[in-house]
């Protein structure tokens, strides 16, 4: 007598199936300290503005250039880092377009130049 083949109909167990793993896995250390890293590094040029205009302009240049930062660390370092700061600018854009409207509802005036 033949042994038992089951056909595949019926499976009697779990099939084989690819494990697939990311090379680099994000960690929430990462991210905190990208996170951390870029909200001081925008509240420090915050703080070279005087005004709201020099506060949306400082913020805007301190963002860009986090995330070239960013788009550097996606490319040849740790992804974590990097999507703290973009999480974290993305905010301080938000809180920066938040205080323009703001103003522009409040005085009719738009504030940015």
Do not use: K, Q
Not at 12 to 32: F, L, Q
Not at 36 to 62: D, N
Request: glycine content about 16%; hydrophobic content about 55%.
């Amino acid at each position: 007598m033949l042994p038992y083949n089951p056909s595949g109909l019926f499976p009697s167990g779990r099939p084989p199936r690819p494990t697939y793993r990311e090379p680099h896995p994000i960690g929430g250390a990462g991210v905190a300290a990208g996170a951390v890293g870029t909200l001081f590094w925008l509240v420090l040029f915050a703080l070279l503005g005087g005004s709201l205009v020099g506060y949306v302009w400082w913020t805007l240049l301190a963002g860009a250039l986090a995330w070239i930062a960013a788009l550097a660390l996606v490319r040849y370092g740790d992804r974590g880092v990097a999507a703290g700061i973009a999480i974290v600018t993305a905010g301080g854009w938000s809180i920066a377009a938040a205080a323009v409207a703001t103003r522009w509802v409040s005085s009719g005036d738009w504030p940015l130049w």
